[in-house]
């Protein structure tokens, strides 16, 4: 139920709820925390938008995770996906509580402003919570598609000025280091479940570099150029089981473990 739709994944389906609600809510929360007029009026439709909000955290996590089984799990965006759901979920109480307690009292009473204060507060660290967790899943999704999928230039003063230049071989106007001649790292894998050692071992060159790393196997290939850390690094992982060396250099530091998550094919199997 959390995996597929329509041969889709659900994530990037259901994350829309809470990535649109739960922001929206909290600044409506904020002025409804200053204008306890308005909360006659508003305070049943803002929680049953801010009911949906939060528990489509719930239907997020349980569908990352399913996703996560395919592509692999983001470690940075798994967490700030957890924190995410866990605090809407107390903030729904909350927040959620404040609004039933307050909605017909027209001269709150200072307790009942207080906790508006801290409702308010509480708004503000969702807003930031929720983008955070929208950003580190954009990030595991798309960061090595912009990294090397070089847009081609369009625009007159990004043409080359040489002769009839050949487009394949004008990567002069971007800053992207190119691979080789590996843009089209192959691809294929020899079961959709899952790839073997041996699978990995096949790709132990610098036109296409695989790697395992705690149960997953990466397609390092784009990446070798890349490496803030160097080239050869990377070129001493191709083919290998790389958890070690991946852990010993970069275990905890984020941008690595979201580097590496981008770069997924699928779970090591065998
Ligand atoms: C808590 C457990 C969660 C897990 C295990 C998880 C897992 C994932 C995975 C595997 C991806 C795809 C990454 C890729 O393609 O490489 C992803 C993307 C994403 N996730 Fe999550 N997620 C979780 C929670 C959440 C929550 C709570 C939200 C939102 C509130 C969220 C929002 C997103 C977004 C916006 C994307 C990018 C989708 C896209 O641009 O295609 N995730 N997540
Ligand atoms: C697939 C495996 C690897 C990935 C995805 C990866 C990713 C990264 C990333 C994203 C950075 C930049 C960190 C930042 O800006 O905060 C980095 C830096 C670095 N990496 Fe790696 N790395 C990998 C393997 C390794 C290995 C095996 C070594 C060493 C044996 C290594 C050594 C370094 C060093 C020394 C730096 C710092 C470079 C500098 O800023 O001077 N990396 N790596």
């Excluded at 959390?2 to 889709?8: Q, R, V, Y």
């Excluded at 719930?58 to 399913?66: E, F, K, R, T």
């Excluded at 190119?178 to 959709?192: C, I, K, Y």
């Amino acid at each position: 139920m959390f995996d597929t739709i329509l041969g889709l994944p659900v994530h990037p389906l259901v994350v829309h709820a809470p990535v649109v609600l739960l922001p929206l809510v909290a600044v409506a929360l904020i002025l409804l925390a200053f204008r306890p007029a308005w909360r006659s009026r508003f305070a049943m439709p803002v929680l049953v938008l801010l009911a949906i909000g939060s528990l489509g955290t719930v239907a997020a996590m349980l569908s990352g995770n399913a996703l996560g089984e395919r592509v692999g799990i983001p470690a940075t965006h798994q967490t700030y996906g957890v924190s995410l759901v866990i605090s809407s979920l107390v903030f729904l109480v909350v927040a959620g509580g404040w609004l039933l307690w307050t909605r017909k009292s027209e001269e709150p009473t200072g307790a009942q402003q207080g906790l508006g204060w801290v409702v308010a507060l509480g708004s503000v660290g969702i807003i930031v919570l929720t983008g955070l967790v929208g950003h580190s899943g954009a990030t595991a999704a798309w960061s090595d598609v912009v990294a090397t999928q070089t847009p081609q230039p369009t625009t007159s003063e990004e043409a080359e000025p040489g002769p009839a230049a050949s487009p394949a071989d004008s990567p002069a106007a971007t800053a992207t280091p190119t691979a080789g001649t590996s843009a089209q790292a192959s691809p294929t894998p020899s079961q959709p479940t899952g790839y073997t050692m041996d699978d990995v071992a096949q790709h132990a060159t610098r036109e296409s570099c695989w790697a395992a790393v705690d149960g997953n196997v990466y397609d390092l290939t784009q990446w070798i150029a890349l490496h803030p850390g160097g080239e050869d690094r990377i070129l001493g992982l191709c083919g290998t089981d790389a958890s070690a060396a991946f852990r010993g250099q970069h275990s905890d530091q984020e941008r690595p473990n979201d580097q590496l998550a981008s770069m997924v094919l699928g779970p090591l199997v065998g």
